[in-house]
């Protein structure tokens, strides 16, 4: 069962993570180049961010609403689909890494942690009706790190 409300909002979110954010995981967990799966991710939330009528992210707004600690069901629910995003982009950097598509001295983790923090940030900037052009810039800056410099759209 449910349960209370808490548990009922936890459900909706994990439902919410399958249907509309599987284009994230799906690019994190199939067999595309690590670099092209990181485009994916970036392109996703350039244009779903950047568009005047953009409901937001459920996902996004409980996380900087709820946050993911605690132990009642939302934070568990926010923790566990955040890690498996966090994994999934952690694991395309390595695999850069060892393809050799990031510089040597780079840190993957390090650069994981990066990218995914700015994806959240650009979903967030996009709720906020922050301009396009600052979410555009943050999405540049996310191609830099994955070596796709350029391949941002400088426009809506």
């Not at 409300?5 to 599987?22: C, G, N, P, Q, V």
């Not at 244009?47 to 709820?66: I, K, M, R, W, Y």
Request: charge should be negative.
């Amino acid at each position: 069962t449910l349960g209370d409300k808490d548990s009922f909002f936890a459900a909706a979110l994990e439902r919410y993570a399958e249907t509309k954010l599987w284009p994230l995981f799906e690019a994190l967990e199939d067999d595309r180049p690590p670099v092209a799966a990181l485009s994916t991710l970036i392109s996703i939330w350039e244009s779903h961010n950047t568009q005047a009528d953009t409901p937001g992210c459920l996902f996004t707004h409980t996380l900087g609403e709820v946050g993911m600690i605690g132990a009642g069901p939302i934070p568990q629910a926010t923790a566990k689909i955040a890690a498996r995003l966090s994994r999934g982009i952690e694991r395309r950097f390595h695999q850069a890494d060892e393809l050799g598509e990031l510089p040597a001295d780079s840190d993957p983790s390090q650069l994981a942690s990066t990218f995914l923090v700015s994806g959240l940030g650009i979903a967030m900037a996009g709720r906020a009706g922050i301009d396009p052009s600052a979410i555009h810039g943050i999405a540049r800056t996310m191609y830099q790190l994955i070596g796709c410099e350029g391949s941002a759209r400088t426009g809506p």
